[in-house]
């Protein structure tokens, strides 16, 4: 079987039938590049689980979470987000900006999350239900939220909406206008921060910018130019990340009625939601994978992997894998137990917003269910270009009003 898993192949579809042949024959795979230097394709969750835990052997500092061999100086912008550090500076890093993201200070956001995804979903009814689901549902609950957190004004939502998709849209025509424009976002980006951060200084809010610059463990405190990858970190995680997921849930209800129907019927079973929402993640990986570069010569499953090679991990081949999950190509909303990969293998890189962007997705794909007795695609989904974000740019959704 001819493997590729770069961009091209992202932009039709998941490349299901090439992971499941690379996990029953070449589960580290050598994977050819053109024009840049190859990487070894992880695709068994054993493996994945144990690359992600193990920063030692495999760092993201030394070459950053992208496939493609970048820049020295984007790799020294890059190590200054979380998303591209390593222990021990990461693991200081994350005990800091843990403050804004405790369980207590999630569970607060309950009621707001609610009450705007029910806003957004009054909106579809005013549309007598048909939506662009991506511009007109998935992006909004996110962004608001993200925002909101923040301490963005409502009149700047548009502008964090920009910058992330330039920024995670470098392979895809319709985000990105030149080679410098994820750059140029970026830069963007930390300048409006570091007016929020004087402005937090001067006079501070109740909202996560403010817990960062007055964050304090032991007597360290975190530099603006941390806060500032940071704040980069959340609008682009927070958002794009979360956006794609709702719409992935979405497309899988829709692809499944019996299972929206099912779901529509038990609007108040906490537990059936709560498992429902982990299958979403399951079957819609919003990250493709993550690259690590090898710090020491080594080997994975007797594979030979020499120091300085890459190695990316890949989660969409992870949440199949049939040693972990029975029926695993089965969409079912009461799997369990449901050990997926979607927010990390664990480890030092596991997603710090977890249970918030579950508690976005319930509160969004439910509010939607309680509206509307079904939905169907009305055009084919569009896909983003990219080998890193399982994207979607454009979703026709038309929900039945009876």
């Known amino acids: 079987m001819r493997i590729d898993l770069l961009e091209d192949t992202w932009e039709k579809e998941v490349p299901h039938d090439q992971f499941a042949y690379l996990r029953a024959n070449a589960p580290v795979h050598w994977h050819d590049v053109p024009g840049d230097t190859g990487f070894w394709a992880v695709t068994r969750h054993q493996d994945v689980r144990a690359v992600s835990r193990d920063a030692q052997t495999w760092s993201t500092e030394l070459g950053t979470t992208f496939i493609r061999t970048q820049t020295p100086e984007f790799i020294a912008i890059a190590a200054l987000t979380l998303l591209n550090m390593d222990p021990p500076k990461q693991s200081r890093y994350r005990r800091l900006v843990s403050a804004g993201f405790t369980p207590k200070m999630i569970a607060q956001l309950a009621g707001t ?24 549902v998935a992006q909004h609950l996110p962004l608001e939220m993200i925002c909101e957190l923040i301490g963005v004004p409502e009149s700047d939502h548009h502008l964090i909406f920009d910058w992330s998709n330039r920024m995670v849209g470098f392979q895809d025509p ?42 304090e463990v032991d007597g360290d405190r ?40 099912e ?94 962007a579950r508690l976005q997705i319930m509160c969004m794909i439910r ?29 026709p959704v038309r929900f039945a009003t009876s």
Request: with cysteine.
């Open 174 to 215: 319709d985000f990105r206008t030149t080679p410098e424009d994820g750059e140029i976002a970026s830069a963007e980006i930390f300048a409006y921060c570091d007016a929020l951060v004087d402005e937090r200084r001067a006079r501070p809010r109740d909202d996560i910018l403010t817990a960062l610059v007055q964050a």
């Open 263 to 356: 779901l529509r019927a038990n609007l108040d079973d906490e537990a059936l939601w709560r498992g429902a929402t982990e299958e979403f993640l399951r079957w819609g990986s919003s990250i493709h994978n993550f690259r690590r570069t090898a710090t020491r010569d080594t080997s994975l499953r007797g594979v030979p992997i020499a120091a300085g090679e890459k190695v990316v991990t890949f989660y969409a081949s992870a949440n199949r894998d049939e040693e972990v999950f029975a029926d695993p190509h089965t969409f079912d909303i009461r799997r369990t137990p449901n050990d997926h990969l979607t927010f990390g293998g664990g480890g030092p890189h596991f997603c710090l917003g977890a249970n918030l």
């Open 222 to 261: 975190l530099t603006r130019e941390e806060i500032d990858s940071f704040f980069v970190i959340l609008c682009v995680a927070g958002n794009e990340t979360t956006r794609n997921l709702i719409a992935h849930a979405m497309s899988a209800l829709i692809a499944h009625p019996g299972a929206y129907r």
């Open 113 to 136: 999350v609610r009450r705007r995804a029910e806003r957004i979903a009054d909106r579809v009814v005013e549309r007598d239900g048909e939506v662009e689901f991506v511009e007109e």
């Open 367 to 395: 509010e939607l269910l309680r509206r509307f007795p079904s939905a169907e695609h009305t055009a084919p989904v569009q896909r983003m270009r990219s080998d890193f974000i399982n994207g979607v740019k454009r979703m």
